[in-house]
């Protein structure tokens, strides 16, 4: 289906980002791979996961909390693919503390890099698209850009930002054949939520499996993690020719979070 597209996903070594970077490999999109960390093993899978369709893949090792970075990785793209059709800004952090204790640093990265990444990646993708009229934009908000949680002030306000800046660009765009959508998850076991569960297991003196059970049912009432690979088909979703009319929607996949 995707056969000759390019997609750019950020934050795609690991996590929600690789899942979805191999889902739309497996529909055929040339993907570049940016994140850090280990990239020869998520490069296999995206690889694996594209063999059939014949999808390439590229890597960037872009710091999403610099704008020069984001900049050069999107050149970068066009120079190896053409242009981005479809950028899935999927990049982020995160970090806990109540508001009054949360250190200044902290709050300034988690925006740079969980929202204004987002801005500066779409800018930088959207006269392409617009030439092309032909793009999708897919911004990883949370159910955290629905719904707040204590001690999440920075990820909250940005994932709230997501899904406003997700809103404004559909709107720009909605006479065009570009859309942008957000994508709503709830707890999905990535290395960033897995810290979670090993924090409560030692703080109760829980095992794995009994802290994940705690933290699935403070909030999510199917009492299942969404996975990475279940987001990459709402993410082959949203490019395909059944959402062309799909437009600013924040999609939540939170097992009934937010319907509480």
Not at 21 to 26: D, E, G, N, P, V
Not at 79 to 99: K, M, P
Request: net charge neutral.
């Amino acid at each position: 289906m995707l056969k000759g597209k390019t997609a750019l996903v950020t934050g795609s070594t690991s996590g929600i980002g690789l899942g979805i970077a191999k889902a739309l490999a497996s529909q055929g999109a040339n993907i570049v791979l940016n994140g850090f960390g280990d990239v020869d093993t998520p490069r296999a899978e995206v690889l694996a996961a594209g063999k059939a369709a014949g999808a390439q893949v590229a890597y960037h090792g872009a710091d999403m909390s610099r704008v020069a970075d984001i900049e050069d990785m999107m050149k970068y793209a066009a120079s190896q693919f053409g242009r981005v059709d479809i950028l899935v800004n999927n990049a982020g952090i995160q970090h806990v503390a109540n508001v009054e204790d949360f250190p200044v640093e902290k709050w300034d990265a988690i925006i740079a890099i969980n929202l204004s990444s987002a801005f500066h990646a779409s800018r930088l993708a959207l006269p392409a698209m617009k030439a092309a009229n032909w793009g999708r934009i897919i911004n990883l908000a949370s159910v955290h850009g629905l719904v707040g949680s204590a001690q999440k002030s920075a990820y909250v306000a940005a994932k709230h930002g997501i899904v406003g800046l997700t809103k404004v660009t559909a709107l720009e765009n909605a006479t065009t054949g570009v859309t942008c959508n957000a994508i709503c998850p709830g707890w999905v076991l990535t290395p960033l939520v897995q810290k979670q569960v090993d924090a409560k297991a030692a703080e109760h003196g829980l095992s794995n499996e009994d802290a994940k059970k705690l933290l699935l049912g403070e909030k999510e009432p199917s009492m299942q993690f969404t996975t990475p690979e279940e987001l990459g088909e709402l993410a082959v979703f949203f490019c395909s020719a059944a959402a062309n009319n799909v437009r600013g929607v924040a999609w939540n996949m939170d097992g009934g979070w937010a319907a509480q």
